[in-house]
């Protein structure tokens, strides 16, 4: 899923606290839970993070989301996944939570995954292992046969400290980000026939 109406979204939010958003700094907390990304970029340009505030910033930035996104895959995604379900067991391991993830991606494309763990349903989100974790325990497959496929640093860290081998995707940002992963392939479409094979 793109990051770029996410990015959008999360300026504008912060804008109502007079804080400048890059995108690159953003990019970087990709996987990241929602409340954690308002509290730490609030930490940082020193204002409040009580519960209230945090939930304030959250509500405007999903507002924003819900009337100005136009969701859509990365390329290659909605093939790729089926073809992955035929051989192995799919998990889905995201920050987004419950409500919006099965309002943008749709009922038809989440139906491909044994195990979902959203941001909501965890307490401790990415670069913590426990999404991860979580995911492997709902799925009863041993950490160390999972693989996790990553495009951001913090996912790439949660992975490593679940005890998975990851594979990092430049979706979004290139390989001198994700030199943390196991193996790094250009484009999602890589990731089916080095799949495959190893299946």
């Not at 709902?138 to 496929?149: D, G, L, Q, T």
Request: glycine share 8%; net charge negative; charged share 25%.
């Amino acid at each position: 899923m793109t990051m770029e109406d996410n990015y959008n979204a999360w300026k504008s939010a912060f804008e109502t606290r007079n804080i400048v958003l890059e995108r690159m700094e953003y990019f970087l907390l990709e996987g990241c839970n929602t409340r954690e990304v308002a509290r730490q970029f609030c930490a940082k340009a020193g204002i409040e993070t009580s519960p209230d505030a945090i939930e304030a910033i959250v509500r405007h930035k999903e507002a924003h989301y819900a009337s100005h996104a136009s969701f859509s895959f990365y390329d290659g995604v909605e093939s790729l996944i089926p073809e992955l379900r035929r051989s192995y067991t799919l998990g889905l391991v995201t920050g987004a939570g419950c409500q919006r993830l099965e309002r943008t991606a749709g009922a038809a494309f989440l139906s491909n995954f044994a195990v979902i763990v959203t941001g909501d349903k965890v307490t401790r989100g990415k670069p913590d292992p426990d999404p991860y974790l979580q995911a492997a325990r709902e799925a009863n497959v041993a950490a160390e046969r999972c693989i996790v496929i990553e495009n951001a640093p913090l996912g790439i860290e949660a992975a490593h400290r679940a005890g998975m081998f990851c594979i990092a995707v430049e979706s979004t940002l290139p390989a001198e980000y994700l030199a943390g992963a196991d193996m790094i392939v250009r484009t999602i479409g890589d990731v089916g026939p080095l799949l495959c094979e190893e299946g």
